[in-house]
């Protein structure tokens, strides 16, 4: 009789086991990632246009089926004759060409 009460007693505290664990597995459903909205940042008609601090913004073709797709300018504002000047330009689409799968030009 006391074997079959101390097996009741070890099946119950398994099945409490059991239960704790899978409330902790199936409880704790909350994303480890934040997707925090992204205020530095503009698209509109394929053109994108990020600011990137300093007075200095980038603005690029996200589209891949556009031509002008890989072409990235680096644009600082001249507070002093409000304007903006052209720091930098890039066309990175031979090195987008070789990570999508296209043949290098």
Do not use: W
Request: a positive charge.
């Amino acid at each position: 009789m006391n074997t079959m009460k101390g097996e009741k007693i070890t099946h119950t505290f398994m099945l409490i086991i059991i239960v704790l664990l899978l409330l902790l597995v199936l409880g704790n459903r909350t994303s480890s990632v934040q997707y925090v909205p992204n205020n530095n940042a503009y698209v509109s008609n394929n053109i994108a246009i990020v600011n990137i601090g300093n007075n200095r913004i980038l603005i690029m073709d996200p589209d891949i089926n556009s031509g002008s797709f890989g072409k990235v300018m680096v644009l600082e504002y001249d507070e002093k004759n409000l304007k903006f000047k052209v720091i930098q330009e890039e066309d990175l689409r031979n090195e987008f060409r070789g990570f999508l799968g296209l043949s290098k030009r």
